[in-house]
């Protein structure tokens, strides 16, 4: 039975590729790390499509929720250490950018 994705024509073909043992397990374990298939993670990487691991979605929910609950402190303090909550805020922007940058190394 061909496998689907989503907004795409059926995969129906397939292909062998010979790894190391190495190779094999490196494989595994990126695919699941980012909660992908083997075949699913080699089509993205081979394309250019985007890779995102759990964890950096994750830290990407947590910077943005600490981002919230800065700005809710600086709101609700009445602007008081209006310096320190504006770097703070510009610190967990910048970590939100340096994730979606190293993504794109990858």
């Known amino acids: ?41 080699v089509r993205r990487r081979y394309f250019g499509r985007p890779i995102l691991a759990r964890a950096d979605q994750a830290m990407v929910r ?15 303090s009445g602007g008081t250490q209006p310096q320190q909550t504006e770097e703070a805020l510009r610190a967990v922007v910048a970590a939100i950018e340096r994730l979606g940058d190293d993504r794109q190394k990858d």
């Open 62 to 76: 947590e910077l943005r929720r600490l981002g919230g609950l800065l700005k809710s402190i600086r709101a609700e």
């Open 1 to 41: 039975m061909p496998q689907t994705r989503k907004e795409t024509e059926p995969l129906t073909e397939r292909i062998g590729v010979r790894v190391t043992a190495g190779e094999k397990a490196r494989l595994r374990e990126d695919a699941a790390l980012a909660s992908l298939s083997v075949s699913e993670l």
